[in-house]
Structures are given as C-alpha cells and as structure tokens.
C-alpha cells in the first residue's frame, strides 16, 4: 500500500522560506518518480514539480519555477520541496503524489500559508 506523509507546512511571511517533506512507503521509492502538487482554497490540483527515479531530472511548473527546488533522498525514501521567496498566491495545501507529473496517488498534504 503506498503512503506518503508530508510534513513541513506552516505559516510565513511573504518572501519567506519553508522546506517540505514527504516519507514514503509501501513502495520502491528509489524507483519511483515523484511530484509535489498543491491546492490553493477554491481553486483545482495544480502539479507543480516532479522528480525522476535514476537521474534524478526535475521539471517544474511556471508558476513555482527559479524559487521552488525538488530533490530526494532515497536512502531514507524522503521526497523535498524548498520554497523560496514565498507569495500570497502560494498559500496552498501542499501534498506529494507518486509518479511523473502526477495527481495521484497522494498523501492527506500540509498547509502553507504565506501571509503578513
């Protein structure tokens, strides 16, 4: 059964910084490619990053790109967004799913709220 258990979130000032967490388990996490999605209040799943399994490529959204950085540990099956220079607009529940560009499946997710 896969589960992922994201940690990190909380509340920041505009142009803060937070870094992100997700353990995995019930799968070959080192084999997998994973991503970080986010939900904004009212608003649709939005993919943001992803990571490969072996060469580690990263991809990322637009809207995330120059100040959100993906990476992984795989000994410890831990996924890591750091995001940087936060905005209004990032206020979101946070969440890591399995795979490429993926939705699903995904963890219960954690809150950053970006706010003065």
């Known amino acids: 059964e896969v589960r992922l258990v994201e940690s990190g979130g909380g509340l920041v000032q505009p142009g803060g910084s937070l870094r992100l967490s997700c353990r995995a388990s019930?799968?070959?996490?080192?084999?997998?490619?994973m991503s970080w999605v986010r939900q904004a209040p009212g608003k649709e799943l939005e993919w943001i990053s992803s990571?490969?399994?072996?060469?580690?490529?990263?991809f990322y959204a637009d809207s995330v790109k120059g100040r959100f950085t993906i990476s992984r540990d795989n000994a410890k099956s831990t996924l890591y967004l750091q995001l940087n220079n936060l905005k209004t607009a990032d206020t979101a529940m946070y969440y890591c799913?399995?795979?490429?560009?993926?939705?699903?499946?995904r963890g219960q997710g954690t809150l950053v709220t970006v706010s003065s």
């Open positions: 019930g799968f070959t996490f080192s084999a997998s490619s």
């Open positions: 799913a399995k795979g490429l560009r993926a939705l699903a499946p």
């Open positions: 990571t490969t399994a072996g060469s580690g490529n990263v």
